[in-house]
């Protein structure tokens, strides 16, 4: 009896043994089946909160805010509209008398300034220099007058960009400010006029690193129909 009760004891102990041994090894296959997607899981976090150190988007807290640039460009939507129309009426009363006119245009020189706000807008200001020279020969090809307009204009300038890559910069941009016609006449002491002066950047690119860049633009105004130039970041 004694041996029979020994045995159950054993048998039951055993039993018992068996069912922990089958829990724990169904826990651990479990444990190992799901251990693949934890770790995929873990990892879709860690890209989602982790920046994209290969992205081209340009971050302006990691460049220069302060930008110059120079730039040159063929006559302005206004003052040549002025100009021209200036030398098509003394053109007609010249020809008229007789005499001739060659008119030149010097060009459009612009100096701007902006500071990065945000990466898309940018305030500063730029001034631009228009100039032209008339020169009138009679018909004996000597010169009866000869003088020079120039216009100055300083603006007040605000640009917005709409694609920031690391190197490469699409934008517009508004001025506002006071422009000054200058008139040197041969046969005068010159006069001098003031006006508001006003530009609309139809679009602008602008190509380069964090400290060195060209620039194309389109204007509508005083500063150049179409002009290029070079700038520097600090």
């Known amino acids: ?3 029979f009760l020994k045995i159950g004891v054993e048998t039951k102990l055993g039993g018992t043994d068996m069912k922990t041994k089958a829990i724990a090894i169904a826990f651990a296959i479990i444990a190992l089946t799901s251990l693949p997607f934890a770790m995929n899981g873990q990892e879709n976090e860690t890209y989602l909160t982790e920046p994209d150190t290969n992205t081209s988007t340009y971050d302006y807290k990691d460049a220069p ?4 640039s120079a730039s040159i460009g063929v006559v302005s939507a ?3 509209v002025f ?5 098509l009426i003394e053109g007609v009363g010249n ?3 007789g005499n001739k006119t060659d008119t030149k245009f010097i060009g459009t020189y612009g100096l701007d300034y902006y500071y990065q706000v945000n990466k898309w807008f940018r ?3 730029k001034v631009v220099y228009e100039g032209l020279t008339t020169t009138i020969r009679d018909s004996t090809n000597a010169i009866v007058n000869h003088y020079n307009t120039s216009t100055l204009s300083v603006m007040a300038s605000s640009q917005f960009s709409y694609l920031n890559k690391k190197h490469v910069k699409l934008y517009s941009g508004i001025d506002l400010g006071i422009g000054t016609i200058f008139d040197d ?3 005068g002491s010159g ?3 003031t006006f508001c002066a006003f530009n609309v950047t139809v679009i602008g690119i602008r190509v380069g690193n964090d400290n060195i860049f060209g620039l194309v633009e389109t204007n509508i105004g005083m500063d150049a129909l179409i002009k290029a130039g070079f700038g520097a970041r600090f």
Request: aromatic residues 12%.
């Open 65 to 68: 805010r302060n930008e110059i």
């Open 1 to 3: 009896m004694e041996r």
């Open 123 to 125: 305030p500063g200001a």
């Open 185 to 187: 006449n041969k046969k």
């Open 83 to 87: 100009d021209f129309f200036k030398v």
């Open 191 to 193: 006069t001098t006029s």
């Open 95 to 97: 020809g008229i008398a």
């Open 78 to 80: 206004f003052g040549g």
